[in-house]
T-cell receptor
Framework: AQSVAQPEDQVNVAEGNPLTVKCTYSVSGNPYLFWYVQYPNRGLQFLLKYITGDNLVKGSYGFEAEFNKSQTSFHLKKPSALVSDSALYFCAVRGPMFSGGYNKLIFGAGTRLAVHP | DGGITQSPKYLFRKEGQNVTLSCEQNLNHDAMYWYRQDPGQGLRLIYYSQIVNDFQKGDIAEGYSVSREKKESFPLTVTSAQKNPTAFYLC?????????????????FGDGTRLSIL
């Protein structure tokens, strides 16, 4: 069964330092992977996705993610963190197909990123 | 601007009462979804709809009901049978998969409704 794990409940980083938010996955077949961000009392915003191709995916707000097939990981990264990056980050993987041809999204439990001035 | 509108932002339910959460989208998306978010548990799928007049149960549908009479609208009713309704509810939509690769389109989310018990 498809699943995704975010091993860290919280990540703390100083402003200006690089950040990494970890995600590992388990799928049968080729993985479709997504990162979303959630600010307090808001919905999720799409950051980036990996479907196929280059292992380094660039997304919104300067974020990127590295797909590693051998380690079954899809870690989110940013070279220089901002205080405004503080939020809840969700990794998601395409899950089983619904009967009508759409796919379920399976979300990780989320990682809270705190960027300190 | 296109997007998803959820209302109300905050909602309180009395014992034995049914309440309905509104979700409207103007993105012309075929598929719509309802999720429940609890602290530390990520998002869990309640119901989804892939086309008008059709919807399916997700992972935690007990105590909830939905309708999809219009493409733009996918309201969720939290019934009195849902004994632990306090949560943050998120509505999402995604582009249709007909003729395209399935599963590679992101879901777009509304800003949620926070439901509490009085």
């Amino acid at each position: 069964a498809q699943s995704v794990a975010q091993p860290e409940d919280q990540v703390n980083v100083a402003e200006g330092n690089p950040l990494t938010v970890k995600c590992t996955y388990s799928v049968s077949g080729n993985p479709y992977l997504f990162w979303y961000v959630q600010y307090p009392n808001r919905g999720l915003q799409f950051l980036l996705k990996y479907i196929t191709g280059d292992n380094l995916v660039k997304g919104s707000y300067g974020f990127e993610a590295e797909f590693n097939k051998s380690q079954t990981s899809f870690h989110l990264k940013k070279p220089s963190a901002l205080v405004s990056d503080s939020a809840l980050y969700f990794c998601a993987v395409r899950g089983p197909m619904f009967s009508g041809g759409y796919n379920k999204l399976i979300f990780g439990a989320g990682t809270r990123l705190a960027v300190h001035p | 601007d296109g997007g998803i509108t959820q209302s109300p932002k905050y909602l309180f339910r009395k014992e034995g009462q049914n309440v309905t959460l509104s979700c409207e989208q103007n993105l012309n998306h075929d598929a719509m979804y309802w999720y429940r978010q609890d602290p530390g548990q990520g998002l869990r799928l309640i119901y989804y709809s892939q086309i008008v007049n059709d919807f399916q149960k997700g992972d935690i549908a007990e105590g909830y009901s939905v309708s999809r009479e219009k493409k733009e609208s996918f309201p969720l009713t939290v019934t009195s049978a849902q004994k632990n309704p306090t949560a943050f509810y998120l509505c999402a939509s995604s582009i249709g998969a007909r003729g395209n690769s399935v599963g590679n389109q992101p879901q777009h989310f509304g800003d949620g409704t926070r439901l509490s018990i009085l």
